[in-house]
């Protein structure tokens, strides 16, 4: 044999078997980390797919569902007489012989849109009702920018008037006189020197015709010139006064101080009552808002009748049982008419006059 036969090449060279072997080792490594990339992937995008099919179903799901049906408005109340409150008046009427001669009156609860009038087209002498619409169109001159409660007005030869409240006594004729301490002086003391005054600083007519503003009511002729008043004018007055009540704070404040414990108030003790009261040759009334559980307006207007001012207390004092439902009118059907102690006083027409005087009074 000879030598060196099966000595090694010198160049290398492994089998060619074996490199193909390794060949497809490497390939299905390869392939195997891809595969698993790739599916890897795959899983994460049916992930994803999922989740953002789920979102999509529920958007869908929720813009499907029906609404809630919206809550039906509240219809509004219309207002309507009260049939129960017509027995209690026509019981108070009959109890104290009221008629459309002596008597007007008005009722409106603010709450259930309830209301009764009697007579009140009938003018009467206002007294000092009067002063409301006054110094509510003072109140009105005010916000407008026209005065400021700083303002001063002269106290005129004339404007002297005997009565409650302490213009007259702090002043004299020739002094300007601060519209505020006016306004709360006829209000709170029915001062008729500063409401007269405060009329006079306006003149009487056009005093007269600057507050038919309140109302809806064509007035007559004479109440230009003269102090009159209806049922219906001062509901209107006191329905304004209410409904703007934002702009007549200080006046309102001014009303439940006024003529405490009489009239309107005497019994009410739990409750406010904004009111003003007038009295003059006969003629007496009170009007304003009692802020009961359910707040009113109400105006009780007399002429001629004795112990006026507790008979407008004790029918104020059974209107507020019956607002508080304290009262059953039917109790009050079957009662007796009773007048023993009532006298009326009538002119010789017998009729409920419109006078010219332009006297405040109380």
């Given at each position: 044999m000879p030598k060196g036969k099966h000595a090694k090449p010198t160049s290398y060279t492994k089998p060619k078997f074996k490199r193909s072997l390794l060949f497809v080792l490497l390939s299905v490594i390869i392939l195997s980390i891809i595969f698993s990339n790739l599916e890897a992937n795959s899983n994460v995008?049916?992930?994803s797919s999922t989740d953002t099919e789920e979102v999509v179903n529920t958007v869908v799901a929720e813009t499907t569902t029906e609404p809630e049906p919206e809550p039906e408005p509240q219809k509004e109340i219309e207002p309507m007489e009260d049939e129960d409150f017509k027995i209690l008046i026509e019981s108070?009427?009959?109890?104290?012989?009221?008629?459309?001669?002596?008597?007007?009156?008005?009722?409106?609860?603010?709450?259930?849109?309830?209301?009764?009038?009697?007579?009140?087209?009938s003018y009467f002498t206002a007294a000092s009702t009067i002063k409301v619409p006054v110094a509510m169109y003072y109140y009105d001159e005010i916000n407008a920018g026209t005065y400021t409660t700083d303002s001063k007005l002269l106290y005129e030869q004339g404007d002297y008037e005997a009565g409650g409240g302490t213009t007259a006594s702090l002043y004299s004729v020739g002094d300007y006189v601060p519209l505020g301490y006016l306004l709360e002086q006829a209000i709170i003391n029915s001062d008729n020197t500063a409401i007269n005054i405060l009329i006079g600083n306006l003149g009487y007519s056009n005093a007269r015709r600057g507050i038919t503003k309140y109302s809806d009511e064509i007035v007559p002729e004479d109440f230009y010139s003269s102090n009159i008043t209806s049922a219906g004018y001062a509901y209107d007055v006191i329905n304004y006064l209410y409904e703007h009540q934002d702009s007549y704070q200080k006046l309102i404040e001014d009303m439940k101080q006024s003529s405490m414990g009489m009239y309107l108030k005497e019994y009410i003790t739990d409750y406010d009552v904004a009111h003003?009261?007038?009295?003059?040759?006969?003629?007496?009334?009170?009007?304003?808002?009692?802020?009961?559980?359910?707040?009113?307006?109400?105006?009780?207007?007399?002429r001629n009748i004795t112990d006026s001012d507790e008979v407008i207390a004790s029918i104020s004092l059974d209107i507020?049982?019956?607002?508080?439902?304290?009262?059953?009118?039917?109790?009050?059907?079957?009662?007796?008419?009773?007048?023993?102690?009532?006298?009326?006083?009538?002119?010789?027409?017998?009729?409920?006059?419109?006078?010219?005087?332009?006297?405040i009074e109380e």
């Open positions: 995008e049916s992930l108070e009427m009959a109890k104290y012989g009221f008629n459309e001669n002596n008597f007007a009156f008005f009722y409106y609860n603010i709450d259930d849109k309830k209301y009764y009038f009697y007579n009140e087209d003003k009261y007038g009295s003059y040759g006969g003629y007496v009334h009170d009007y304003g808002i009692v802020y009961g559980e359910k707040a009113y307006l109400v105006g009780i207007f007399t507020l049982n019956y607002t508080l439902g304290n009262l059953d009118v039917s109790t009050l059907v079957s009662n007796e008419t009773n007048t023993d102690d009532v006298v009326i006083v009538t002119d010789d027409t017998n009729n409920a006059v419109t006078v010219t005087d332009n006297t």
